[in-house]
């Protein structure tokens, strides 16, 4: 393993230790560097600040769930989704939900919770593609997608107990099922992609 790559794994491993112990808005740089023996200056090479650091160890771990073989060179940010990914995404969240609790709740500017939205909102819009064809309303459609699942996956794994991601994903793909189906119902749609 690369140098950067276990410097930025050291510092991911402190962020992570840190986040479990004390709310994030407490935990500082200097804090993290010294629960790894690194310095200040290590940190600012690999990462803008600790928001970056929580959405690096986000887009990696993601990434190695989705496809173990990648290796750190080959994350760039692009986040394919379907509805294989969001199971692979809801089984590394459940996994690692103490971490990814303390993480949503995250607030300002450059909180996890816009990042995630973020990098998923591309995903949405490439998977749709060609149900939007081109509407104007496509942007609103995806965000309304993205907030939809962000608001989601917050309110499952931040209850008291989250129920296991099989459980969550069944009865999430029944209810879209049936919303599906009370649509066309109710607009009287033949349309191909409603069937």
């Known amino acids: 393993m690369a140098e ?7 510092l991911a491993s402190a962020m992570k230790d840190l986040i479990l112990e004390k709310p994030f ?6 804090d993290i560097c010294d629960r790894c023996g690194m310095n200040r200056k290590s ?4 990462f803008q600040d600790k928001y970056d650091l929580v959405n690096w160890i986000f887009l990696v771990g993601f990434m190695e769930e989705i496809a173990p073989e990648f290796s750190d060179a080959d994350v760039e940010g692009d986040i394919r989704l379907g509805w294989e990914g969001v199971e692979k995404l809801c089984h590394y969240f459940y996994r690692e939900k103490e971490f990814y609790r303390r993480a949503f709740q995250i607030e300002g500017q450059n909180s996890f919770r816009d990042y995630f939205h973020d990098a998923v909102f591309p995903a949405f819009y490439a998977i749709l593609a060609d149900i939007l064809q081109d509407d104007s309303y496509g942007d609103l459609f995806v965000t309304i997608l993205c907030d939809a699942m962000v608001a989601g996956l917050v309110h499952w794994l931040t209850g008291h107990d989250p129920e296991p991601p099989e459980e969550m994903l069944a009865s999430t793909r029944e209810m879209f099922i049936r ?10 749609s033949e349309d191909a992609y409603c069937r």
Do not use: P, W
């Open 43 to 46: 940190f600012y090479y690999h």
């Open 179 to 188: 919303l599906a189906r009370r649509v066309v119902e109710e607009t009287g």
């Open 25 to 30: 808005e407490k935990i500082t740089v200097s």
């Open 4 to 10: 950067s790559n276990l410097t930025k794994n050291a």
